[in-house]
């Protein structure tokens, strides 16, 4: 990460701490909340309600997800993902451990049956992946100001632990938002874009109709400090009407760097 001035090690640290609420045509569906913590070495971030994974936050019933790592050259490594979600059917709990850029362990408890119409996720498809957590955040390499068209000319891999699949993003417009608390001024909007790759059955009406979508956005908005975008809200059309997630809160602060002791 190239910084602005040799000593700032505070612009690469900071928090969030956001409250998003989940509304289907206008009508509230659920609430959650996502705290992230950055500093110069190593990040956290932890969630509850829709917020676990980025496109499951309109599926019926709770969750929470955390993931953590390191920070290397300004970049998110994680080394952990954890995801628990509860529905009127089931509890379901997921772990991984990441390295060196890929899945080293995983489990899914209880382990799910075997269906012969998913594709299978192979070892070469946990390579080079992300967490959907660390996923969601948007680390805008560079000097220049990370909120502008260039933070929408990426995509990540992601593997959550039964599906391995790509979001691609690409620039719709520069907005202005404002938050019930915490944050008021600029976000990116990105068009995203969903392509599944493995680990899902072609058949299943969510997985066609989400690859199908060409309208689906997200509006990013920066973790004050650093150069990482999170998301503000999301939007993604259905045969019922828009789905939304949107920040009511969000308040975000640079953190000042770690003092060394000194004897």
């Known amino acids: 990460m190239v ?24 009508i509230p569906v659920g609430k959650g909340a996502w705290t992230i913590d950055i500093s110069d070495d190593s990040f956290s971030a932890s969630a509850f309600g829709g917020t676990a994974g980025l496109l499951k936050a309109f599926a019926g019933g709770s969750g929470t997800g ?15 993902y954890s995801a628990s979600t509860t529905t009127s059917k ?19 408890e209880p382990e799910p049956p075997v269906d012969p119409d998913r594709i299978p996720v192979t070892d070469a498809h ?8 660390t996923g969601a955040m948007l680390r805008v390499p560079g000097t220049a100001d990370p909120l502008g068209p260039e933070a929408c000319h990426t995509g990540n ?4 632990g039964r599906m391995r699949y790509e979001l691609k993003l690409d620039f719709k417009r520069m907005e202005t938002v404002k938050a019930e608390k915490g944050y008021a ?6 068009a995203i874009y969903f392509v599944p790759v493995a680990g899902y059955i072609p058949d ?15 509006a990013f908005a ?6 990482v975008l999170v998301p503000f809200r999301m939007v993604i059309p259905t045969p019922l009407g828009t789905a939304m997630l949107e920040a009511t809160q969000f308040i975000t602060t640079p953190t000042p760097p770690r003092v060394a002791k000194t004897n």
């Open 66 to 80: 955390a993931s953590q790592g390191r920070v290397v050259n300004g970049a998110l490594v994680a080394t952990s």
């Open 185 to 190: 001024g600029p976000v990116v909007v990105c």
């Open 222 to 227: 920066p973790v004050a400090g650093t150069r």
């Open 90 to 108: 089931k509890t379901e709990a997921i772990r991984m451990v990441l390295a060196n850029g890929g899945i080293k362990e995983f489990a899914i």
């Open 157 to 160: 891999a992601i593997f959550d």
């Open 3 to 26: 910084l602005w001035a040799p000593a700032p090690a505070a612009f690469a640290q900071g928090r969030l701490e956001a409250h998003y609420e989940a509304t289907l045509a206008g």
């Open 126 to 133: 946990r390579r080079g992946v992300l967490d959907p957590m």
């Open 204 to 218: 299943r009406p969510v997985i066609k109709y989400l690859t199908a979508q060409r309208n689906m956005e997200i």
